[in-house]
C-alpha cells in the first residue's frame, strides 16, 4: 500500500514537471512566433513606405495620414508610420512620412544656418563646421583632433562629411540631451517618464512640455537630382552654349518675339546667382517665371545638396535662412499654394533683397523621405520598431539608412497592446 502511494506521487509529480516544461515551450513558441510576426511586417511595412512614395502621383498621394495610421496585416499583426507631431506635443500620435529636405543639413549649412535653430550653440555650430571641413583650423569654439585625442577614449576628427546625423554624439558641444532634449524614445510626444523629473529615466523638469532637441531638424539625407520635374536635366543658364536652349525654351513657352526681348536684356556672358535672381533681372512676369522655373538653372551640378522644401518646411527651419525675419517666414507659411512643387510663387512674397539669398538653398519638391515604422504582433506580445530613409530618385530606388530603435521601447499608447492582449482586434 505504502509503496503505491510513493509510485503515485512520483509518477504525478513527473506529470506536473512533464506539463510545465510543455507549457514553457509552448510560451515560447508562440513568443517567437510573435517576434517573427512583428519583425516580418515590420518589413512588410518598410515595403509598404518605399512603394507608396515611388508609386505616387502627387504629394497627396504621399501625404494623406490614413495611408498610415493601424494598417492590418490580416491575422499577423498591425503596423504604423509615426512622425512627430508638428505643433501640438502632447500625446496624439501623427501618421505619416518626413521629407528629410525640410530639415537643416548639417554636411552643407554654414554656422549662420545652424545657428538659426534653437537650442544650436555656437561650440556646437563651430564644432560641425571642423568636423566635415577637411583641415585642421579650429573654427573659434570648434574643434580638431588634438582635441579629441585627449578624450578619455580618443579618436580624430572626421574631417569628412556626416554619414548620419547620430554621429554627432562624436562632436565637441553635443550630448544626447542637445540632441534629443526629454524625447528619448523619439515620437515627438511626452511620455510619463518624460514628465515625471528623476523618478525615473531620463531626467526632465517635469514641466508638462517636452523639450524636442535638435534632433528632428537635422540630416544629412536632402539630396536631389538637379532635374525637372519629369526627370529632365535643366537648361544651365549661366552656361553660353545653353543660350540656343534657352530661347528655345522661351519660343516653345511664349511668343518669338517675347522670348527676343527677354534674350536681349541678358547678354552674353551675363551670369545669375540662381533662378530668383533671374527672375528679377530679367523682366519677366511672375506667371511666365512660373512655367519656366522648373526647367532652368544655374549650375552644371548634377547632384543639389542640403537644400530646403519651402513648400512644406517647418516655421523653426525656414528661419534659418539667411536674411530671414519672422515676418518673412510668417508670409511664406501663409502663401503657400497648396500641392506645390515649385519655388516660381516666393517672388510674389519676397523682395529681391530677401528673395536673392535664399535663391540657391531652396527646392519646391521632396526627395528623400525618412520614415519610422512600428509594427505589433496580432496577439501583443511582440513589437519592432525601426527608422528608414528611402532615395526614391535612385534607380531603382533604394534604402539609404535603416536603423532598429525598437529597445527605445513601445512609442505608442499603452492600451494598443492590452487590447491585443486580452485578444481584441484593434478599431
Ligand atoms: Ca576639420
Ligand atoms: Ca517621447
Ligand atoms: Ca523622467
Ligand atoms: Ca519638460
Not at 516544461?21 to 512583428?38: G, L, P
Not at 578624450?151 to 540631451?177: I, S
Not at 524636442?212 to 544651365?236: P, Q
Not at 527672375?279 to 543639389?304: K, M, N, V
Request: contains cysteine; aromatic residues 8%; hydrophobic residues 40%.
Amino acid at each position: 500500500m505504502i509503496i503505491t502511494i510513493w509510485v503515485t506521487v512520483v509518477l504525478a509529480s513527473l506529470a506536473l514537471i512533464f506539463a510545465r516544461t510543455q507549457r514553457v515551450t509552448a510560451y515560447f513558441a508562440a513568443n517567437a512566433k510573435a517576434e517573427m510576426q512583428a519583425s516580418m511586417i515590420l518589413d512588410g511595412g518598410v515595403q509598404y513606405v518605399e512603394a507608396t512614395i515611388v508609386n505616387a502621383e502627387s504629394i497627396e498621394d504621399i501625404e494623406d495620414q490614413l495611408l498610415y495610421d493601424t494598417m492590418e496585416i490580416e491575422d499577423a499583426g498591425y503596423f504604423w508610420v509615426i512622425r512627430p507631431p508638428e505643433y501640438d506635443i502632447d500625446r496624439e500620435p501623427e501618421y505619416g512620412l518626413v521629407p528629410e529636405n525640410c530639415k537643416i543639413n548639417i554636411n552643407t549649412a554654414d554656422a549662420n544656418m545652424l545657428m538659426g535653430l534653437s537650442g544650436m550653440t555656437n561650440e556646437l555650430a563651430a564644432s560641425i563646421i571642423d568636423w566635415r571641413d577637411e583641415d585642421d583650423e579650429i573654427t573659434e569654439g570648434g574643434a580638431e583632433s588634438d582635441y579629441y585625442q585627449l578624450e578619455d577614449h580618443p579618436y580624430d576628427c572626421k574631417n569628412a562629411p556626416f554619414e548620419t546625423v547620430e554621429e554627432l554624439l562624436l562632436v565637441k558641444g553635443c550630448t544626447e540631451e542637445i540632441l534629443y532634449g526629454e524625447d528619448t524614445n523619439l515620437n515627438g510626444m511626452l511620455d510619463d517618464n518624460e514628465d515625471d523629473g528623476d523618478l525615473s529615466d531620463p531626467i526632465d523638469d517635469r514641466n508638462g512640455s517636452l523639450d524636442i532637441g535638435l534632433f528632428r531638424y537635422l540630416t544629412v539625407d536632402s539630396n536631389e537630382k538637379n532635374m525637372d520635374v519629369d526627370g529632365n536635366a535643366r537648361i544651365n543658364i549661366n552656361n553660353s552654349e545653353a543660350r540656343s536652349d534657352l530661347t528655345t525654351l522661351l519660343e516653345e513657352k511664349f511668343k518669338e518675339d517675347r522670348a527676343l526681348e527677354i534674350m536681349v536684356r541678358m547678354p552674353e556672358g551675363t551670369t545669375f546667382e540662381n533662378i530668383l535672381d533671374f527672375y528679377f533681372r530679367s523682366g519677366l512676369e511672375p506667371d511666365e517665371f512660373e512655367e519656366i522655373a522648373d526647367s532652368i538653372t544655374t549650375t552644371d551640378d548634377t547632384e543639389l545638396d542640403g537644400l530646403i522644401n519651402v513648400n512644406l518646411a517647418s516655421k523653426e527651419v525656414l528661419l534659418c535662412l539667411p536674411g530671414l525675419e519672422e515676418g518673412d517666414v510668417d508670409a511664406l507659411v501663409n502663401s503657400r499654394p497648396e500641392n506645390e512643387e515649385g519655388i516660381a510663387w516666393v517672388v510674389d512674397v519676397l523682395d529681391q533683397e530677401k528673395a536673392v539669398p535664399i535663391g540657391a538653398l531652396i527646392t519646391g519638391r521632396s526627395s528623400r523621405y525618412s520614415a519610422d515604422i512600428v509594427s505589433v504582433s496580432q496577439n501583443g506580445r511582440a513589437f519592432q520598431r525601426a527608422r528608414v530613409i528611402i532615395d526614391p530618385e535612385a534607380s531603382p530606388s533604394k534604402i539609404v539608412y535603416w536603423k532598429s530603435i525598437s529597445h527605445l521601447g513601445w512609442p505608442l499608447d499603452r492600451e494598443i497592446l492590452e487590447t491585443l492582449r486580452s485578444g481584441e482586434p484593434l478599431e
